[in-house]
């Protein structure tokens, strides 16, 4: 993810640690910072997963927001007991559609990010996005 980003001029960076937690990755959009967490499991990320990487944001500034990538996508009770706050969630369909399409992340993660803050949907599917 970090090359795809780096290709569009997003300023990625890899993976690091800070006291007690590991981030998967950041890059700068809009003159925001995202953390990225990325979950390549075959099981369905769960509601407990997007409230620890939630927890991680909470502890830093109001203008961090995240992007959490679960390769297999998320299971739907994890809809019910999550409510995002400053997230954004994307899945492997997502990536490979973005990748095959061409797309710029920017604009991805733009419109990704304009659906949950109009309609609530941090989960707006790229070929909703993009038909």
Excluded: C, N
Excluded at 46 to 73: C, I, N
Excluded at 113 to 118: D, K, S, V
Aim: glycine fraction near 6%; aromatic fraction near 12%; charge should be positive.
């Amino acid at each position: 993810m970090k090359r795809w980003f780096d290709v569009w001029g997003l300023d990625a960076r890899a993976s690091f640690r800070t006291a007690g937690e590991q981030i998967d990755g950041s890059f700068q959009h809009d003159g925001t910072t995202y953390l990225v967490e990325a979950k390549w499991h075959r099981a369905q990320t769960d509601a407990a997963m997007l409230h620890s990487f939630q927890g991680k944001l909470q502890e830093r500034p109001d203008w961090t927001r995240g992007l959490h990538v679960s390769y297999s996508g998320y299971s739907a009770p994890s809809f019910e007991a999550f409510t995002s706050r400053r997230i954004i969630l994307m899945d492997g369909q997502d990536i490979y559609i973005s990748l095959w399409k061409r797309l710029d992340p920017g604009v991805v993660i733009r419109e990704k990010a304009r659906a949950a803050a109009e309609r609530k949907r941090p989960f707006a599917k790229v070929l909703e996005l993009f038909p």
